[in-house]
């Protein structure tokens, strides 16, 4: 079992940089890959990143890439979402999930079982 708990969003003018925090616990965390996701008002949860613990690889959606940089600290058990250059259209609740997804189904939400109760990120205009 894995618990997530986001922490870090709010409210940035657009051009700015806002980090959101996931901590997890559990005693398998750092077995898990964990991904990032967001949901808009409306909009189905999309996939923005992910990262996969023991070895650091990471893999982003091509609207976010080159902005938005994950990482992790194995000793505080937390993972970072680094957002840069945000745009309006980033506005949404961001959630961190845990999970073993394979490759081919790392962009899916479904194959994530275990998720924190989302952050709100808005950005203005």
């Known amino acids: 079992q894995v618990q997530l708990v986001e922490s870090g969003g709010g409210l940035v003018q657009a051009g700015g940089s806002l980090r959101v925090s996931c901590a997890a616990s559990?005693?398998?965390?750092?077995?898990?890959?964990m991904g990032w996701f967001r949901q808009a008002p409306g909009r189905d949860r999309e996939f923005v990143g992910f990262?996969?613990?023991?070895?650091?690889?990471?893999n982003y959606a091509d609207a976010v890439k080159g902005r938005f940089t994950i990482s992790r600290d194995n000793d505080r058990k937390k993972v970072y979402l680094q957002m840069n250059s945000l745009k309006p259209e980033d506005t949404a609740v961001y959630y961190c999930?845990?999970?073993?997804?394979?490759?081919?189904?790392?962009?899916?939400?479904?194959?994530?079982?275990?998720w924190g109760q989302g952050t709100q990120v808005t950005v203005s205009s």
């Open positions: 999930a845990a999970g073993h997804p394979d490759d081919e189904v790392k962009y899916m939400a479904s194959a994530y079982p275990y």
């Open positions: 990262i996969r613990w023991t070895v650091g690889t990471t």
């Open positions: 559990g005693r398998t965390w750092r077995n898990f890959a």
